[in-house]
């Protein structure tokens, strides 16, 4: 029989994971190889061939493959934002300078608050002369040979990555493609991104942002994503369906994802939400928090009922980006994190990281800081390799950072690599907070779900900081985002602002806007590949009471759009509002509610990789070994057994202290802990009974 096989990659800071599903067999495969941060595409490559060879197939059995990228997200954190230019009306080029009053940590902080240099310099700013009303119709028109000026002007000062936004062009584009146009003949080289196309939704100064971010990071995502598309024809002398992972929990090709580069910029970490989201799923977890660890960060999400949240008020770094995203909250605490001195003296961890190269001083590449990896390594509660002995660490390395460091600290060395730990977990513990309690969510109504190769080493110190029931690790945790990856659908979002009050709001106007975007919506799931009845369409709406600055996203249900159904959308809103505010104005006649934005989101199903049920084990469960680990600086060191997750089998009890390894990730069980196997294999932690 002959494989068919899919892949799913996801290239973190550290490692490359890589997992093949093959459709015929319904066999899963996973493995890792490390990261090339000076080019990706290598480490991305070499993962291909590591799989492959596991398969024993080569590229003619690969159906598609599938790709969390952090190129967009990575440039943003880091602010790498080449020379761009910004288009706009004229009279409105101070719109990034004005931006909003929000003022960050309150203003109990703003005497101290420097409002940030803007995306564009005000000197890169140029307006052209035209305006459109509201509702799209022409006040002034559209001054062609300003355009022009202005064009030539970006021309002559080299700017070639350029962002326009007009006013009200969500309701009408015309000024917009027309600038375009212009410039396509007086700019050839630049590379344009229309806030018509980017975010039709009003409220200019997000719009505007989102649209630039977008432009931003348009040029390296389409050289990284082309150069891969192109190296890809190497496995079986043919274009290879290549897709790219998007913010919104959605897939989309490489030939497509170059035009919408701003969709990707939480690419990674949705991927690790949704295949995390399936995996708690199965295993009978319907509320669920993420914790993705990686070398540089950590990502946390919720999910309930099998969905992550989603959000329209996300932001990457110091850049709002108004697109629906998965609501993921990153938090610099990876196991590259850097442990250093502040001017006070006092112990700090992150969000600095050694990253992949240098890395850690474990890694023996001539790191120079203590990282969190290397306070794990010197307590013993991982082993001293990586990927089930590939990667060989320096112990003596780590003990003899983690010892200069403590001396710095006046402290014994396990209290300082402790210390370490600590921070770190508090810093996770906090993240978690912020999508929970932060939004009016108990955290302790919550499974935990780790993974990552340093998500689940501080599993036990989070049950114990926020109160948790219980965490889950998922089989082959590293490799969960990659995993994800082949359990997502191709997914496009498409917006139109609508503004009206529900009692003035006509059936037909809102049912020719859901057409109109569902048009758009089929036609790009046509171009990938989707015969008409794969299509699936999903409508949303925003809603707010008259007079809220902020809306709330409601599901609008299948069918005919008539009173009865507007009437159910308000209904609903009512609901939503009360859930999430403690509040509602359902019986107050008095408060109108208003409608702000149609959604309708595009989907063309896939073939998910089954997660199978295993046979239960006769419940033994035999250490490989010991070795001397520190869970608690006050208590010492004591010899610890060692268990290979892969000799566990369902009904297996560990009670701690124990270290449970794996190849790609390890789960240090503290004292007082126990963790059973459940039928999916997943390891499920809890704090002992008599505890």
Known sequence: MSQRIRIGIDTGGTFTDVVAFDETSGEIVTTKTPSTPSNPAD?????????????????????????????????????????????????????????????????????????????VPRDLVRGVEGRLAVDGSEVRPFDEEGAR????????QGVTTLGVCFLHAYANPEHEERMRAVLAEEHPDAVVSLSSQVLREYREYERAMTTLVDAAVKPRLSAYVNNIKARLTSYDDRELPFYVMKSN?????????????????????????????????????????????????????V?????????????????PSKIPMIDVVTVGAGGGSIAWLSPEGTLKVGPQSAGADPGPLCYGKGGADVTITDAHVFLGRIPPHLLGGEIPLDVEAARTGVEELAARLELAPEACASGVLEISAWNQANALRQVTVKRGLDVRDFTLVTFGGSGSLLLCRLVDILG????????????????????????????????????????????????????????????????????????????RYFGQAFEV??????????????????RRFHAEHRGLYGYDFADDAGQQVE?????????????????RKHASGDGSVVPRGEREVCFDAAEGWSSTPL?????????????????????????????????????????????????
Do not use: C
């Not at 000026?149 to 002559?156: F, I």
């Not at 989309?252 to 991927?271: F, M, Y």
């Not at 702000?596 to 997660?611: A, F």
């Open 43 to 119: 480490g991305f490559l070499a993962g291909i061939d590591k799989v492959l060879g596991l398969l024993g197939a080569d590229g003619s059995a690969i159906e598609a493959v599938s790709h969390g990228t952090t190129v967009a997200t990575n440039q943003l954190l880091e602010g790498k934002v080449d020379r761009l230019g910004f288009v706009t009306n004229t009279g409105y080029e101070a719109m990034l300078e004005i931006a909003r009053q929000s003022v960050p940590d309150g203003y109990g902080n703003s005497y101290f608050w420097v409002k940030p240099s803007r995306i």
């Open 149 to 156: 000026e202005v064009a030539r002007w970006y021309r002559a």
């Open 249 to 301: 929990g959605g897939v989309l090709s490489a030939d497509e994802v170059v035009h919408q580069p701003i969709t990707t910029v939480l690419s990674g970490p949705a991927a690790g939400a949704l295949g995390a989201a399936l995996i708690a799923q199965v295993a009978g977890f319907d509320k669920v928090l993420t914790s993705d660890g990686g070398g540089t960060s950590t990502d946390v999400s």
């Open 303 to 319: 999910v309930i009922d099998g969905e992550p949240t989603l959000t329209t008020e996300g932001s990457v770094g110091a850049f």
């Open 468 to 543: 948790l029931e219980a965490v889950l690790v998922p089989p082959d945790p590293g490799n969960v985002s990659a995993f994800g990856l082949l359990t997502v659908d191709v997914k496009n979002d498409y917006v139109q602002t609508h503004v009206s009050l529900a009692e003035s709001l006509e059936p037909g106007d809102v049912a020719a806007v859901y057409d109109d975007l569902a048009t758009q919506a089929a036609g790009a799931l046509a171009k990938e590949g989707f015969a008409p009845e794969q299509h699936h369409f999903v409508r949303t709406a925003d809603l």
């Open 553 to 570: 996203r409601v599901a609008v249900p299948e069918g005919d759009v008539d009173r009865a159904l507007l009437d159910e959308v308000a």
């Open 595 to 611: 409608w702000v934005n149609l959604r309708v989101s595009g989907v063309g199903p896939i073939q998910r990789p089954e997660i």
């Open 643 to 691: 268990y290979w997750r892969a000799d566990l089998a369902p009904g297996a009890v560990v009670d701690g202290p124990a270290v449970i390894e794996e190849f790609g990730s390890t789960v240090p069980l503290h004292p007082g802990f126990t963790a059973r196997v459940d039928d999916h294999l997943n390891i499920i932690v809890t704090r002992k009974a008599d505890q």
